[in-house]
């Protein structure tokens, strides 16, 4: 069983950047693929970012790409997006999510977080 916690949002102005944490715990986070979601007022949960258990890989969606990374610290069980230059297009609640797969991607992941709001004021 694995528990995630996102923090780091917020409010920004457009163009500006804001880091995402994903902390987890419980055993074995370390060899977790983890991805990043975000859903805008009435919209559909999009996929917006993954990473592999070693940090090695990441998958990226398109409207996020060349602006937001995902990083990881095993040591630490915490994963990361680094949003830049945001728009107010990328206001949403963004959640973490965790799977035991070597797969990237959008999904299935069998652990969520409870989300955590960014928003970004033009």
């Known amino acids: 069983q694995v528990q995630l916690i996102e923090s780091g949002g917020g409010s920004v102005q457009a163009g500006g950047s804001r880091r995402l944490s994903c902390a987890a715990s419980g055993r074995g986070f370390s060899v977790y693929t983890v991805g990043w979601f975000r859903q805008a007022p009435g919209k559909e949960r999009e996929f917006v970012a993954a990473?592999?258990?070693?940090?090695?890989?990441?998958d990226y969606a398109d409207p996020v790409k060349g602006r937001f990374t995902a990083s990881r610290d095993n040591a630490k069980n915490t994963v990361y997006l680094q949003m830049n230059s945001l728009k107010p297009d990328d206001t949403a609640v963004y959640y973490c999510a965790a799977r035991r797969s070597s797969l990237l991607g959008p999904g299935p992941y069998d652990y969520w977080g409870q989300g955590t709001q960014v928003t970004v004021s033009s």
């Open positions: 990473i592999s258990w070693d940090g090695g890989r990441t």
